[in-house]
T-cell receptor, first 111, second 113 residues
Framework: GQNIDQPTEMTATEGAIVQINCTYQTSGFNGLFWYQQHAGEAPTFLSYNVLDGLEEKGRFSSFLSRSKGYSYLLLKELQMKDSASYLCAVSPPGGSYIPTFGRGTSLIVHP | DAEITQSPRHKITETGRQVTLACHQTWNHNNMFWYRQDLGHGLRLIHYSYGVQDTNKGEVSDGYSVSRSNTEDLPLTLESAASSQTSVYFC????????????FGEGSRLTVL
């Protein structure tokens, strides 16, 4: 089965760098997603990692280590608008590819 | 622009009533999903569909049903609403399994009194 763990809440300062970790326990694995969700809004896709390593998209980067069951989302040059929940989701083995979501990390960016 | 819409966005109902939440997407996606989101639980899968006339149960399907009569719509029905079903409900769709990315609707906040 899957047991996805991520911190409940984090705070950071505008302009800083923050790393949000996600660990998972699964008997198999097809990929890991990160979504961003602002309060009262729909989740929006940030990244999808299938292979080990770091993928960079502008200020956001996502890292995956399949052997360690570990991922992180790195946010650089934080802006106030980055205050949101960040959802880690794992795509299970088999053909469904339906992601199972963690509980999310609420990031608060303060001036 | 193609989109995915949910209605109603907010609803208050009473215990025992039947409630239907609508989900409509214009991307012509085959896969559609319903999740509920509660504090402390994150997004949990209720039902999903891979195409017309196909429906499948998710992790928390008890008390819910869906039907898929066309590609665009996947309505979610609560046959007899319970207070435990007070939640925010998100519909999502995607083009094919391998691409993975889900596109979410704006959510429907349901309160059962």
């Amino acid at each position: 089965g899957q047991n996805i763990d991520q911190p409940t809440e984090m705070t950071a300062t505008e302009g800083a760098i923050v790393q949000i970790n996600c660990t998972y326990q699964t008997s198999g694995f097809n990929g890991l997603f990160w979504y961003q969700q602002h309060a009262g809004e729909a989740p929006t896709f940030l990244s999808y990692n299938v292979l080990d390593g770091l993928e960079e998209k502008g200020r956001f980067s996502s890292f995956l280590s399949r052997s360690k069951g570990y991922s992180y989302l790195l946010l650089k040059e934080l802006q106030m608008k980055d205050s949101a929940s960040y959802l880690c989701a794992v795509s299970p083995p088999g053909g469904s590819y339906i992601p199972t979501f963690g509980r999310g990390t609420s990031l608060i960016v303060h001036p | 622009d193609a989109e995915i819409t949910q209605s109603p966005r907010h609803k208050i109902t009473e215990t025992g009533r039947q409630v239907t939440l609508a989900c409509h997407q214009t991307w012509n996606h085959n896969n559609m999903f319903w999740y509920r989101q509660d504090l402390g639980h994150g997004l949990r899968l209720i039902h999903y569909s891979y195409g017309v006339q196909d429906t499948n149960k998710g992790e928390v399907s008890d008390g819910y049903s869906v039907s898929r009569s066309n590609t665009e719509d996947l309505p979610l029905t609560l046959e007899s609403a319970a207070s435990s079903q007070t939640s925010v409900y998100f519909c999502a769709s995607r083009d094919s399994p391998n691409t993975g990315e889900l596109f979410f609707g704006e959510g429907s906040r349901l309160t059962v009194l």
